[in-house]
């Protein structure tokens, strides 16, 4: 499974993958329906699932290649990233060393498509926001 495909995937659940996500390894970022930010990584023995709030988003520009502005443009390409001060609102592991016995880097050898079920795990697992209910007017 490439990104592509993933994004698809994750559009008919109402998620939007979101740039700065990564197949190999594995990192993604992605807007939930209630635009909260999920970052999920797989690292080492770890597999992890950070909620952030919709306002740690930021925009880095990439300087050119040498910058002069002759040959090339001063500035380069814009990166969507998590803020450098962005603080996790709650946070889901798989601990794989306990589950799977996993010893060094196994997570991070992990393709898109072995990780997917564990990111879906993971993000049920998150908190849901209260919603609050209204009752109907009788009439």
């Known amino acids: 499974m490439n990104l592509p ?3 698809d995937l994750l559009a008919f659940h ?3 993958l979101l740039p700065g996500s990564h197949a190999v390894p594995v990192e993604l970022l992605v807007q939930l329906p209630d635009a909260m930010i999920a970052r999920f990584t797989a690292r080492g023995t770890t597999l992890r699932l950070r909620s952030y ?7 880095v520009t990439i300087p050119a290649e040498c910058g002069c502005g002759d040959h090339h443009p001063q500035t380069g ?6 803020s450098r001060y962005a603080v996790p609102i709650d946070e889901r592991i798989i601990d794989g060393e306990l589950l799977f016995g996993w010893q060094s880097h196994e997570a991070g050898l992990l393709t898109l498509l ?6 879906f795990a993971l993000l049920d697992a998150l908190p849901r926001p209260a919603r609050d209910l209204v009752p109907a007017a009788a009439g």
């Open 5 to 7: 495909a993933f994004a």
């Open 14 to 16: 109402g998620l939007r």
């Open 53 to 59: 709030s919709p306002d740690v988003l930021t925009a």
């Open 77 to 82: 390409p814009t990166r969507i990233t998590l």
């Open 114 to 119: 072995d990780a997917a079920p564990h990111f």
